[in-house]
């Protein structure tokens, strides 16, 4: 495994976590609200398991690997230029939708 693949699972990973964080505050405000999941769906939710989000590895996979050069790892300044944009539209869309939920 090249040092290139290592960093695109690690920033895999580190996505994973974040999204199961917030899937986990998502569970728990439709519970509050009156809307409980089954455990089994709120576990697959906050676990990320399933076609769904298998699905969005590969395509996060895929774009990583796009845009990170294969020959020599990139520095941090460049990281940062490269994912911050991605990361913050991620981190905005993921805030826009814990809102719509706390809304309901």
Do not use: H
Request: aromatic share 6%; proline share 5%.
């Amino acid at each position: 495994m090249t040092d290139r693949d290592r960093m695109i699972d690690d920033i895999i990973l580190a996505f994973d976590w974040e999204m199961g964080c917030i899937e986990s505050d998502n569970i728990m405000f439709e519970s509050m609200a009156g809307n409980t999941p089954s455990p089994a769906d709120a576990y697959k939710r906050q676990k990320r398991i399933g076609k769904e989000y298998d699905e969005q590895r590969a395509i996060l996979r895929r774009v990583l690997r796009r845009y990170l050069s294969e020959d020599t790892p990139p520095d941090t300044k460049t990281m940062e230029k490269q994912l911050c944009p991605a990361a913050k539209e991620a981190m905005e869309k993921a805030l826009a939708e814990a809102v719509k939920d706390l809304n309901k």
